[in-house]
């Protein structure tokens, strides 16, 4: 069954795949596996590879190749999840890739399911020293989503071998100096520099419009601030910086 799976994940277009067993899923701030699906047995991780388009020096055009993966992983997801239920009448749910995310008061920017530690579990890398996954042949350079079924499909091997290679170009390239600390993203720097027309912004935005003065709001409509926050709102959220998935080293040819 293993194989039959795999073939057919892989002849999609999916970069890589690995099996693990939900008691080998170990994110200790995530939600129970069973929360997303009670007779969960296998979580399915699948990587992608992020498109050399993540170095342009255009930020739009590096989201735009971002876009682009995450329509393609979509389409695998949805295939995948008809062809188990198809062939092996199983239960499938996939979890999502970043958005829709459940926003808890009590847990601000932080998902329910991790895809890091699924893809670890799964022996698809090991977490460098930026905090996200390194894959043994593509790097850093990749995308990371999950089935989660009630099959039993034998898992794979955990890399045991450091992929990182302790160069710190991660974290000499990071603008906001969100990696300083080992081990440890500071999600607001980060987020004020990778993410500068999410919620936040849109709060600031719509409070400064607030306590404005007709003329000051219909200026504020004519800036390029409020298009962009018009087109995050839209497209769903925008990134603006790749430095530390373009600057490691590891497999990139
Ligand atoms: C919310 C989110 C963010 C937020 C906050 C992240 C956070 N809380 O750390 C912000 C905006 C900061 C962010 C930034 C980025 N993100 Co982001 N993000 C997510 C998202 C949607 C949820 C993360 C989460 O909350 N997980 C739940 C928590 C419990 O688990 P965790 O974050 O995996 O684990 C953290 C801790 O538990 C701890 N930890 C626990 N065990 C261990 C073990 C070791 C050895 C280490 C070092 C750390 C560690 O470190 C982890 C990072 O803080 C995930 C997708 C997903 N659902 O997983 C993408 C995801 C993690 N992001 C991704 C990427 C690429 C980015 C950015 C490069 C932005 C961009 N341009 O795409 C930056 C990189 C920042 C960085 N170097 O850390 C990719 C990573 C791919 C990879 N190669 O690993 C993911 C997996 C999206 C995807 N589906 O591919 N992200
Ligand atoms: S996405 Fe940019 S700001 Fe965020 S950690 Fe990576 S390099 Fe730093
Ligand atoms: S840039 Fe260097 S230190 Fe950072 S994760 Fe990649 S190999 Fe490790």
């Known amino acids: ?27 200790p701030k995530s939600y129970p596996i069973a929360s997303f699906l009670p007779e969960a047995r296998t979580i399915i991780s699948l990587v992608f590879q992020e498109l050399d388009t993540c170095e342009s020096p255009s930020v739009t055009i590096a989201m735009n190749g971002r876009l682009d993966m995450n329509s393609f992983q979509r389409s695998c997801s949805y295939q995948i999840n008809r062809f188990l239920k198809r062939e092996f009448r199983a239960k499938v749910v996939d979890m999502p890739y970043s958005y829709p995310m459940e926003l808890h008061k009590d847990r601000p920017a932080i998902a329910d399911f991790s895809q890091r530690h699924a893809a670890v579990a799964a022996g698809m890398g090991t977490f460098g020293r930026h905090n996200l996954v390194i894959h043994p042949r593509f790097g850093t350079r990749i995308g990371l989503t999950a089935l ?24 000499r390239n990071c603008p906001a100096g969100a ?59 925008q990134y603006y910086c790749f430095n530390c998935m373009k600057f490691c080293p590891v497999g990139v040819r």
């Open 1 to 27: 069954m293993k194989e039959k799976i795999k073939k057919f994940i892989l002849d999609l277009g999916v970069d890589d795949v690995g099996f693990a067993k939900v008691e080998d899923y170990h994110s």
């Open 148 to 171: 989660i079924t009630n099959l039993e499909i034998e898992p794979n091997e955990k890399i045991e071998q450091d992929l990182c290679r302790h160069c710190d170009l991660c974290v």
């Open 179 to 237: 990696l300083d600390e080992a081990g440890k993203t500071s999600v607001g720097k980060c987020i004020r520099n990778s993410q500068p027309y999410g919620l936040g912004a849109n709060i600031a935005f719509w409070q400064e419009f607030s306590g404005s003065s007709p003329e000051e709001q219909k200026n504020m409509f004519m800036e390029e601030r409020y298009g962009r926050l018009q087109q995050a709102g839209s497209m769903g959220m």
